[in-house]
């Protein structure tokens, strides 16, 4: 089981915490306490619900579901953020004339693979 952060503007589960992990939703910030001992200044009670004991799906990465209390569905603005690194290099490569367009291609189908996990 775990607990997640749920922006509430979208029901996005912006980030995710193991049950040991005590979480506290202030009027100004969201706080995590040991072992991590972080404070989260942009998420806080009047914009995020925090919800506990949720089971996450197998393939859960954060900003990947929206949870509505209850049920988890896919967010499909969400891309994996590897791939959204890939794309970065992607766009350095293209206009290199020393970079094979058989990388370019493996590149891309990288990126395309990461996408659809």
Aim: avoid cysteine; hydrophobic fraction near 35%; charge should be negative.
């Amino acid at each position: 089981m775990s607990k997640i952060l749920v922006n509430k503007e979208n029901d996005i589960a912006v980030l995710h915490f193991s049950d040991s992990v005590d979480v506290t939703v202030n009027s100004n910030n969201v706080v995590a306490g040991a072992p991590h001992n972080n404070t989260i200044t942009n998420f806080n009670s009047s914009n995020a619900t925090l919800y506990t004991d949720v089971t996450l799906p197998d393939d859960f990465m954060d900003g990947r579901y929206k949870y509505d209390g209850s049920n988890f569905t896919a967010n499909s603005d969400w891309q994996n953020p590897i791939s959204s690194m890939l794309v970065v290099d992607q766009s350095r490569y293209s206009s290199d004339d020393i970079i094979s367009d058989e990388f370019k291609t493996a590149l891309q189908t990288e990126i395309d693979r990461l996408n659809a996990l």
